[in-house]
């Protein structure tokens, strides 16, 4: 079984401002990780995965993530913050075993608020 | 040229009755999930099909019941509904591990 902690329910952040969410995860076995968005009323969207290979793995509109496998951590950045990517984030953890189901385990998630 | 859809994108139903919710994707995956989030935007799974077979079923009422005519579908019904079922419902599916989401059913049961 996995488990997904973000740390922060809320992040404010000015405009044109760098923005970090935290994501850590436990695991047993080895995984995929996932960034998804929500915006309000909406679905969610993926925004990045790391499956295998580079630990640094770049996704839609300007955001990048880290897997750490030392932290168990895939932190999310973005350099220079926008109004519109004011939304909820949340990070997902699946297993990455062949067969499995590889159902996700969500994060409570993080509301990223960008202010002018 | 909707990846993943869902109907009715709103349901707003009185307590006790029956209702279904349909999902379909039409990028030729293999499984299928049905997901829950509820009013503190935490997200959980229900089931899960690969190729119309049931390979996830987290403990969930029995009054929930996922069908699958088909890989390309996956159908929630749920039965005397009751006030703890509002919520949101995403359908998703999957291909190599990468889960890609509907818009979402908001079930509001009065």
């Known amino acids: 079984a996995q488990s997904v902690t973000q740390l922060d329910s809320q992040v404010p952040v000015f405009e044109e401002a760098p923005v970090e969410l935290r994501c850590n995860y436990s695991s047993s076995v080895s995984v995929y990780l996932f960034w998804y968005v929500q915006y309000p009323n909406q679905g969610l969207q993926l925004l990045l995965k790391?499956?295998?290979?580079?630990?640094l793995v770049k996704g839609i509109n300007g955001f990048e993530a880290e897997f750490n496998k030392s932290q168990t951590s895939f932190h999310l950045r973005k350099p220079s913050v926008h109004i519109s990517d004011t939304a909820e984030y949340f990070c997902a953890v699946s297993d990455s075993l062949s067969g499995s189901a590889r159902q996700l385990t969500f994060g409570s998630g993080t509301q990223l608020t960008v202010l002018p | 040229d909707t990846a993943v859809s869902q109907t009715p994108k709103y349901l707003v139903t009185q307590m006790g009755n029956d209702k279904s919710i349909k999902c379909e994707q039409n990028l030729g995956h293999d499984t299928m999930y049905w997901y829950k989030q509820d009013s503190k935007k935490f997200l959980k799974i229900m089931f899960s099909?690969?190729?119309?077979?049931?390979?996830i079923n987290e403990t969930v009422p029995n009054r929930f019941s996922p069908k699958s005519p088909d890989k390309a579908h996956l159908n929630l019904h749920i039965n005397s509904l009751e006030l703890g079922d509002s919520a949101v419902y995403f359908c998703?599916?999957?291909?190599?591990?990468?889960?890609?989401f509907g818009p979402g059913t908001r079930l509001l049961v009065l």
């Open positions: 998703a599916s999957s291909l190599s591990g990468t889960q890609y």
């Open positions: 099909y690969n190729n119309k077979e049931l390979i």
């Open positions: 790391y499956l295998s290979g580079s630990t």
